[in-house]
């Protein structure tokens, strides 16, 4: 008891103190020890020590949620602590429909290495190679099949292997209805609300549900334990989380939606919004950007769903279990290792300049991203326009340099979307070029990573301006390019990063007039003020990087587990001995005993 006491007051004494979440490690792990002493112990009834120990528990949980992390410095070490104190034996799965490494064969029969642009890819890519985890994801590329083992696997990235990625092969048929059926034309336009009608059809519907469930073999395949921890990544997997629930109850399944969720009254339209909740609902934790969305989705389960919300704790309850609802803003590394080889930015804008022939008095405005509606491009177009309409001496003064990796290039949405920016590019060059002054140039072709980054190092301007998005993070990596402290952010209030980047110019990008009154703001910006809102911003994507996002969500995971063990214990504890004195249960027993998963 004196122990438990001593635990108390270390904890009471860091967490009053506001010190950072280091101490609460601390703590679990010392109740890691004790509890793993409760379950040793061959009565397993101590019930005073258990309730102690679940009260200590509480006050560290009831610490974690409101002690603030910021002094904990995140990094690749961080997670692994984490991981090796709070989580040991614990096996890493992500489970994504994008591959953070795809192989292609070229026209003269060579594999070629493309990193997909892909948010989500740029996120997990260093957590799971800091967690040396496995990646399971859907084998796109034309060469992949080359490169695997017998087991479908590959080592990744290939000049320093660290994980393994394990690829799902899908056919035609899977891959048009649940890729660019269900997941991109229902649930995509559905969330994002960029007034792209979502189209639901049932023979998707099913190829979605026969994709989830291959996933689910394959994660079932690749545990090497029954207790593992999956990370389900986005709106192609909705169904994943209770398929996995199902087959390893044990797991602890985070689910991390990158997309807005919509209202409940737009969520409503979906033929199939009950299966889609249930299958989240199988989750031990759902994660989006923004605290906005994640209310969104509680009200849309309270509302279809025959469940209890527990506000105070962010937490559903359905089905006699619990999910966390929680928000955990993503971000990316810091430092960005590639910014180690590549050149100064000077050099860099001399490149850049060149390449794309921008005017040496010209500033440099770039978007870059996917050739996708909700980005907001054609906006961004039409408040160019209406900059040289306003402000007719701006023109010869700005290029717009569009990047735009092509997309889901065969649904119609995208088709209409590349023409029409075509079309506009043109008609902009032709109303306002005059010589070699192109306003506009637009690059429709995949870049490298070491490409955008010096793209984003050239740049006057970075133009974010997504009609929806969960959180965007082209405009973090544009942040954390500039070194020099300069050029100018200008972000969508739509886009999840606004809630954090207060220091770019935000504009709402259904406004031309506003976003051309931004654009010549930032076409004028003086260095000072320049250099005062970057670094600003960097330190935000500093201290909030990729590894804070990582490690909340496995703290959290960390703590339901505890918390799962400790009611366990309890449980049994509280079970009458049984006369021949075996009180072993099933783990399904004792689960329905404690009410938790
Ligand atoms: O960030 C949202 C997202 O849909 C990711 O899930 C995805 O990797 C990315 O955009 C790119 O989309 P796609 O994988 O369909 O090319």
Not at 234 to 253: K, Q, S
Not at 442 to 448: D, G, I, K, T
Not at 568 to 589: K, Y
Request: glycine share 6%.
């Amino acid at each position: 008891m004196a122990q438990y006491g001593v635990d108390l007051l270390w904890v009471l004494i860091l967490a009053s103190l506001g010190l950072s979440a280091f101490a609460i490690f601390i703590s679990v792990s010392r109740h890691r020890r004790q509890h793993s002493k409760v379950v040793n112990s061959p009565s397993f009834g101590d019930d005073v020590a258990s309730e102690a120990a679940r009260k200590v528990l509480r006050e560290v949980e009831k610490n974690g949620q409101s002690v603030d992390a910021a002094l904990v410095t995140w990094s690749p070490e961080t997670l692994r602590k984490i991981l090796a104190e709070d989580l040991p034996d614990a096996q890493v799965i992500v489970v994504s429909n994008r591959e953070p490494y795809i192989h292609n064969e070229d026209k003269n029969g060579d594999v070629q290495l493309v990193v997909p642009a892909s948010g989500l890819v740029s996120a997990l890519e260093p957590i799971t190679r800091a967690c040396a985890g496995t990646w399971i994801a859907y084998g796109g590329g034309s060469a992949d099949r080359q490169v695997v083992d017998g087991d479908d696997r590959v080592q990744v990235p290939p000049e320093n292997p660290s994980y393994a990625l394990r690829r799902v092969w899908l056919t035609e048929e899977e891959y048009q209805g649940y890729y660019l059926g269900f997941a991109n034309e229902g649930l995509w336009p559905l969330c994002h609300i960029a007034f792209t009608r979502p189209i639901f059809r049932e023979s998707d519907w099913e190829a979605y549900e026969a994709v989830n469930r291959k996933f689910a073999d394959t994660v079932v395949a690749e545990a090497r334990n029954e207790r593992p921890i999956v990370l389900v990544q986005d709106y192609h997997f909705a169904l994943l989380p209770r398929m996995i629930r199902e087959r390893l109850p044990e797991a602890i399944v985070i689910t991390f939606w990158h997309i807005p969720w919509p209202n409940s009254e737009v969520f409503s339209i979906c033929p199939w919004r009950e299966r889609i909740l249930d299958g989240l609902l199988g989750s031990s934790i759902i994660g989006f950007h923004t605290q906005f969305h994640a209310n969104n989705f509680t009200e849309s389960v309270d509302r279809f769903m025959e469940s209890r919300i527990e506000r105070a704790d962010a937490a559903v309850s359905y089905g006699g279990q619990t999910t966390l609802v929680h928000a955990y803003p993503i971000s990316i590394e810091w430092p960005v290792q590639l910014l180690k080889s590549l050149p100064p930015v000077e050099e860099c804008r001399a490149h850049i300049r060149e390449r794309f022939g921008i005017p040496a008095d010209a500033k440099l405005c770039v978007g870059v991203e996917r050739l996708d509606y909700t980005k907001g491009i054609l906006d961004r177009f039409h408040a160019l326009e209406e900059l040289f309409i306003r402000y007719p001496e701006m023109i010869g003064k700005a290029v717009f340099l569009q990047i735009a990796a092509p997309s889901r290039g065969t649904l119609p949405a995208y088709k209409h979307l590349h023409e029409e920016c075509q079309r506009l590019a043109e008609e902009l060059n032709e109303r306002y070029g005059s010589g070699s002054y192109r306003p506009v140039v637009l690059v429709a072709e995949h870049h490298s990573q070491k490409d955008v980054y010096k793209i984003y190092r050239a740049a006057d301007i970075c133009l974010v301006t997504s009609l929806h998005d969960g959180m965007n993070l082209v405009a973090k990596e544009f942040v954390a390019a500039r070194d020099d402290e300069e050029g100018v952010l200008l972000l969508s209030t739509f886009a999840g990063a606004s809630r954090e980047l207060l220091e770019a110019l935000i504009v709402n990008p259904y406004d031309a007039a506003m976003m051309s009154e931004a654009m010549r703001q930032a076409l004028i910006m003086g260095p000072d003020e320049q250099r005062e809102r970057m670094r600003r911003m960097r330190e935000i994507v500093r201290d909030n990087n990729v590894y804070r996002w990582a490690g909340s969500m496995l703290l959290d995971a960390a703590r339901l587990r505890k918390r799962g063990e400790l009611d366990r214990v309890t449980a049994l504890s509280e079970r009458p001995a049984i006369a021949n004195g075996d009180n072993v249960v099933s783990i399904f027993e004792r689960k329905q005993a404690a009410g938790y998963r």
